[in-house]
């Protein structure tokens, strides 16, 4: 199961509306999703959490077909309920999921319009947000960590020997230089970072031995 995930800080310089481009919105947006954004009372948090769901649905385009290429009104979303949306694009549809504070709007996404149950016993998908601990502190690496941490601590495995690596930009997730059956997405906007980050279940339940541990590719 492949995610993507974005998170925007809402109070960075760069966010704030009178730092946009007049026509950043037409851009950006399709009509309809302008004609939600011109009818809403909190049109700020709405318009960022509208472009996660582009930005994280096309991470997980990107993943079926590296052709794709990140053009906004390409992917159109529809709010479907309470934290959920519905992105349409030829390489979907994709399944968001949406969240946010006054501080920041994130998004996580994967392929299909059914989201997966937290108790889905197939795939498990994990995500999380934290503010960067040190005022110009490496995000890059500080999720990294997070995502590292997170993802050891699910599979039964020592953080030490998780590693992540690239492919062509995307984040790969290696136990002991071997691939690990994971997807992974990560972002990091302003002060804050998150991962998500989903996993096939390992055909035991108990890895002490860690000699073929999680299912490694
Ligand atoms: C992927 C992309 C959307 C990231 O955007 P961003 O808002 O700058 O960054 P985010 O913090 O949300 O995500 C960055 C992380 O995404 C991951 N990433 C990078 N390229 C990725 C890709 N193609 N697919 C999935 N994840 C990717 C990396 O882990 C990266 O973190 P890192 O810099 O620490 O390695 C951007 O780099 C990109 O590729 N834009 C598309 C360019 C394009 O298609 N242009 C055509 C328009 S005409």
């Known amino acids: 199961m492949l995610v993507g995930n974005d998170v925007v800080d809402l109070h960075d310089p760069e966010s704030r509306p009178e730092a946009l481009h007049d026509r950043f919105d037409v851009r950006v947006f399709t009509s309809d999703e302008r004609e939600t954004l011109s009818a809403s009372a909190s049109a700020h948090p709405l318009r960022w959490t509208l472009w996660a769901a ?3 649905a096309y991470k997980v385009a990107k993943k079926l077909d ?9 992917f159109v979303v529809r709010l479907i309920g309470e934290g959920r949306a519905v992105v349409t694009h030829e390489a979907g549809p994709f399944n968001v999921r949406l969240y946010g504070t006054d ?4 998004a996580v996404t994967t392929r299909g319009v059914a989201p ?6 197939v795939t498990h ?13 490496d995000p890059s690496q500080a999720v990294r960590e997070f995502a590292r941490a997170a993802i050891a601590l699910r599979m039964n495995l020592p953080t030490g020997e998780v590693r992540i690596a690239a492919d062509r930009g995307i984040p790969v997730v290696l136990w002991r230089d071997r691939r690990l059956p994971v997807d992974l997405s990560l ?5 804050f970072v998150a991962w998500a980050w989903s996993a096939q279940p390992t055909p035991r339940s108990d890895h002490s031995s860690r000699e073929s541990p999680a299912t490694a590719a």
Do not use: Q
């Not at 590296?66 to 390409?74: G, H, Q, S």
């Not at 501080?103 to 994130?106: A, F, L, R």
């Not at 972002?187 to 002060?191: A, M």
């Open 54 to 56: 582009k930005e994280s």
């Open 66 to 74: 590296p052709a794709v290429r990140f053009l906004p009104r390409d």
């Open 103 to 106: 501080e920041w709007v994130g």
């Open 116 to 121: 997966v149950a937290a108790d889905d016993p």
């Open 125 to 137: 998908v994990g995500s999380g947000i934290e503010r960067l601990g040190v005022p110009g502190a």
């Open 187 to 191: 972002s990091h906007h302003g002060r």
